[in-house]
């Protein structure tokens, strides 16, 4: 395996990360405040477009031979590998559960979320060419040659794998070598203030996306390079069952599902379907862009027609896509489409999406199940005593906000063992997507970021407690505050304080403000915990309550 580019190439569309410096980490974290608890959600690295649309660009991706080899050695690992010549089954759901591991529950025929992107380790050579001069990279040919480095569509490239591991080295160097916050051997039996197993402190979560599953991996081998000892060769950690013994990676099936927008619930989806750009065109800039895009010698016809029809989420986002993935591999634009012009339609495509996110109520039922597990996993770190803070080993397990996780074990997936249920961690990673991260950061006060999420963007909610060694009484707190109903009334959150940061950024979160809600010394950026339990107590929802609000989708008749 090639070793990981320890620097992003000059044409990156990655996330910024903070520069670790001394000044940054004595006004972030000075020597009163105890650190108790992150949860770190992270979009999945660099890929190639969904689909492709546009014509006579791209005409192959040959950014993922390190991928394709690592992906296959995860689907062995997990026993889900299929060879590519192998004829695929006709789809028959009364064939899931059963030997064949071809057949799953999600479709009853081969897309499962783990064989979404490459089902399988290469794709074949000489795809063929459509009518409107794209290239069907997803046709099953017959040819006999394979291309080990060619990607399928919307696959995690070579350059998102090294995009995570320089996120997992951010970490590292974070957490391990500068607080000293976890452990920075995962395979010792105890380190630091840690005992136990890796799950007594450790939690890491994926969708089922291929690309995030990786994503994971790779920002695993960043933070904890040479680990396991037993997959290391030198230059990267083998995506084996090895590794999969020692980092506990879990998933969900999407009905349980969270770090996607709740599109089961009627009152929320229903503002995304079918949407056209006449709605949103009567804003000039938005106008603006159409007309500049549409007016395109290169692709002006193509995009005209897309912008015609109707889609779902956003009519600009397949066009951003494309782009930005062909400039995030080194790709060159055409002549007349500019950055400029790509960042505007970036930014229609992000009005489109996130316009409904804006208002509580679709707060509420697209995310606030998310909001609730970041909630109550924080409420339960607030809860552990100095003992259990301590040693890891002696802290209960981690709630109902773990229901439906499945671990990604050697030899299949399948639900954890009653030893493998996670404990309140003082590390949580969560590897999502756009439509996770970006949601999550507007709810939490990040208005004024109006473009696309880049790829790797980081979205951290850090716990602290204030050891009282100056300043705890400037200001009264303010804690006899509303809060979720999912979180103990009798939880003391005195003394307890949450910072929210969005790739390099700090949110200012807008229950905050007020004095008594914030840090007195730190400012109004780092909540107290009872404001910041005040400010998501609206967007949390009962199961009951949810399923009242959501309504019931409408029969779709034939």
């Given at each position: 395996?090639?070793?990981?580019?320890?620097?992003?190439?000059?044409?990156?569309?990655?996330?910024?990360?903070?520069?670790?410096?001394?000044?940054?980490?004595?006004?972030?974290?000075?020597?009163?405040?105890?650190?108790?608890?992150?949860?770190?959600?992270?979009?999945?690295?660099?890929?190639?477009?969904?689909?492709?649309?546009?014509?006579?660009?791209?005409?192959?991706?040959?950014?993922?031979?390190?991928?394709?080899?690592?992906?296959?050695?995860?689907?062995?690992?997990?026993?889900?590998?299929?060879?590519?010549?192998?004829?695929?089954?006709?789809?028959?759901?009364?064939?899931?559960?059963?030997?064949?591991?071809?057949?799953?529950?999600?479709?009853?025929?081969?897309?499962?979320?783990?064989?979404?992107?490459?089902?399988?380790?290469?794709?074949?050579?000489?795809?063929?060419?459509?009518?409107?001069?794209?290239?069907?990279?997803?046709?099953?040919?017959?040819?006999?040659?394979?291309?080990?480095?060619?990607?399928?569509?919307?696959?995690?490239?070579?350059?998102?794998?090294?995009?995570?591991?320089?996120?997992?080295?951010?970490?590292?160097?974070?957490?391990?070598?500068?607080?000293?916050?976890?452990?920075?051997?995962?395979?010792?039996?105890?380190?630091?203030?840690?005992?136990?197993?890796?799950?007594?402190?450790?939690?890491?979560?994926?969708?089922?996306?291929s690309r995030v599953i990786q994503s994971t991996h790779a920002l695993l081998v960043g933070m904890y390079p040479g680990h396991p000892r037993s997959a290391w060769d030198g230059d990267w950690t083998a995506f084996n069952s090895d590794f999969l013994r020692l980092f506990p990676m879990h998933t969900r099936m999407h009905r349980h599902e969270t770090m996607h927008g709740n599109f089961a619930c009627y009152n929320f989806i229903k503002h995304f379907i079918d949407v056209t750009v006449d709605v949103d065109n009567r804003f000039k800039w938005i106008n603006d862009v159409?007309?500049?895009?549409?007016?395109?010698?290169?692709?002006?016809?193509?995009?005209?027609?897309?912008?015609?029809?109707?889609?779902?989420?956003?009519?600009?986002?397949?066009?951003?896509?494309?782009?930005?993935?062909?400039?995030?591999?080194?790709?060159?634009?055409?002549?007349?489409?500019?950055?400029?012009?790509?960042?505007?339609?970036?930014?229609?495509?992000?009005?489109?999406?996130?316009?409904?996110?804006?208002?509580?109520?679709?707060?509420?039922?697209?995310?606030?199940?998310?909001?609730?597990?970041?909630?109550?996993?924080?409420?339960?770190?607030?809860?552990?005593?100095?003992?259990?803070?301590?040693?890891?080993?002696?802290?209960?397990?981690?709630?109902?906000?773990?229901?439906?996780?499945?671990?990604?074990?050697?030899?299949?997936?399948?639900?954890?063992?009653?030893?493998?249920?996670?404990?309140?961690?003082?590390?949580?990673?969560?590897?999502?997507?756009?439509?996770?991260?970006?949601?999550?950061?507007?709810?939490?006060?990040?208005?004024?970021?109006?473009?696309?999420?880049?790829?790797?963007?980081?979205?951290?909610?850090?716990?602290?407690?204030?050891?009282?060694?100056?300043?705890?009484?400037?200001?009264?707190?303010?804690?006899?505050?509303?809060?979720?109903?999912?979180?103990?009334?009798?939880?003391?959150?005195?003394?307890?304080?949450?910072?929210?940061?969005?790739?390099?950024?700090?949110?200012?979160?807008?229950?905050?403000?007020?004095?008594?809600?914030?840090?007195?010394?730190?400012?109004?950026?780092?909540?107290?915990?009872?404001?910041?339990?005040?400010?998501?107590?609206?967007?949390?929802?009962?199961?009951?309550?949810?399923?009242?609000?959501?309504?019931?989708?409408?029969?779709?008749?034939?």
């Amino acid at each position: 395996m090639t070793a990981p580019a320890l620097e992003p190439p000059p044409f990156s569309q990655a996330a910024p990360l903070p520069k670790l410096t001394p000044e940054y980490m004595d006004k972030m974290y000075p020597e009163y405040l105890e650190l108790i608890q992150a949860q770190v959600f992270f979009r999945h690295g660099e890929r190639t477009p969904v689909k492709m649309r546009l014509r006579n660009q791209q005409q192959a991706w040959p950014f993922c031979q390190r991928a394709n080899f690592l992906h296959s050695e995860f689907m062995k690992a997990v026993n889900r590998f299929i060879p590519r010549e192998e004829t695929m089954p006709v789809p028959n759901p009364h064939m899931v559960g059963g030997k064949d591991a071809r057949y799953t529950e999600k479709t009853a025929t081969l897309k499962c979320g783990l064989e979404y992107e490459p089902a399988k380790w290469s794709v074949r050579l000489e795809p063929s060419h459509l009518d409107n001069g794209m290239v069907d990279l997803s046709e099953e040919k017959e040819e006999k040659a394979w291309d080990p480095k060619a990607c399928e569509m919307g696959q995690l490239s070579d350059i998102g794998l090294d995009t995570l591991y320089r996120t997992g080295a951010f970490l590292r160097s974070l957490y391990i070598d500068k607080l000293g916050f976890v452990p920075s051997d995962p395979e010792a039996a105890s380190a630091n203030r840690h005992n136990g197993k890796l799950s007594d402190w450790l939690y890491i979560r994926s969708t089922d996306y291929s690309r995030v599953i990786q994503s994971t991996h790779a920002l695993l081998v960043g933070m904890y390079p040479g680990h396991p000892r037993s997959a290391w060769d030198g230059d990267w950690t083998a995506f084996n069952s090895d590794f999969l013994r020692l980092f506990p990676m879990h998933t969900r099936m999407h009905r349980h599902e969270t770090m996607h927008g709740n599109f089961a619930c009627y009152n929320f989806i229903k503002h995304f379907i079918d949407v056209t750009v006449d709605v949103d065109n009567r804003f000039k800039w938005i106008n603006d862009v159409y007309r500049q895009t549409i007016d395109l010698r290169s692709i002006g016809q193509r995009t005209k027609e897309m912008l015609s029809k109707p889609h779902f989420g956003s009519n600009y986002h397949p066009i951003y896509d494309e782009l930005v993935s062909l400039v995030a591999h080194g790709g060159k634009l055409p002549d007349d489409v500019s950055l400029d012009l790509m960042e505007s339609l970036g930014a229609a495509a992000y009005y489109q999406w996130t316009k409904r996110i804006h208002f509580q109520q679709d707060q509420r039922l697209g995310f606030g199940r998310l909001a609730d597990d970041i909630v109550q996993t924080m409420a339960q770190a607030a809860a552990l005593s100095d003992e259990q803070l301590a040693d890891s080993s002696r802290r209960p397990v981690l709630g109902p906000q773990t229901r439906g996780d499945q671990v990604l074990a050697p030899g299949g997936i399948r639900e954890p063992r009653k030893d493998e249920v996670p404990k309140v961690p003082s590390l949580a990673l969560y590897g999502g997507h756009d439509i996770t991260v970006g949601p999550m950061s507007i709810i939490m006060g990040g208005q004024n970021h109006h473009r696309w999420l880049p790829f790797a963007s980081t979205l951290t909610f850090e716990l602290f407690k204030d050891r009282g060694s100056r300043n705890s009484s400037v200001q009264e707190e303010i804690s006899d505050l509303p809060r979720p109903v999912t979180v103990p009334r009798d939880l003391k959150t005195k003394g307890y304080y949450v910072r929210v940061r969005l790739n390099d950024q700090v949110l200012q979160v807008p229950a905050c403000e007020v004095p008594g809600k914030h840090h007195p010394q730190m400012g109004s950026s780092m909540c107290t915990l009872a404001a910041f339990f005040e400010h998501l107590e609206p967007v949390i929802a009962t199961e009951e309550q949810l399923k009242k609000e959501c309504g019931t989708m409408p029969v779709v008749e034939n």
